[in-house]
């Protein structure tokens, strides 16, 4: 089993900056892809950035030269350093993983930004 925990969230100015982290706990050496989430109010979640165990990116079209999805070796902790955040960028963002047959996720850390 593997449980991911989000923290960072705030209130933020448009324009700011802000940096989610994501904790991993239990069986992390299974881990491979690490995503973060998102979901505003009224609209589907949707993926932000993806890195994988060999520290491949890819980002969401949105977010692509203002978010940087990283982790440590030893796939603990992955964060999202967020750039020149924007009011759309308001949202609770997740943390997610896949193990065999199941889909993880973590409670989430919300996020506002203010124009």
């Known amino acids: 089993q593997v449980q991911l925990v989000e923290s960072g969230g705030a209130l933020v100015q448009a324009g700011g900056s802000l940096t989610l982290s994501c904790v991993a706990s239990g069986l992390i050496s299974r881990i491979n892809v690490m995503n973060w989430y998102r979901q505003a109010p009224g609209k589907q979640r949707e993926l932000v950035a993806s890195i994988t165990s060999g520290g491949d990116t890819t980002y969401a079209d949105s977010v692509k030269g203002r978010f940087t999805i990283s982790r440590e070796s030893a796939k603990i902790t992955t964060y999202l350093q967020m750039d020149s955040l924007r009011p759309e960028d308001t949202a609770d963002y997740y943390c997610?993983?896949?193990?065999?047959?199941?889909?993880?996720w973590g409670l989430g850390t919300h996020v506002t930004v203010s124009s």
């Open positions: 997610h993983t896949r193990m065999p047959g199941r889909s993880v």
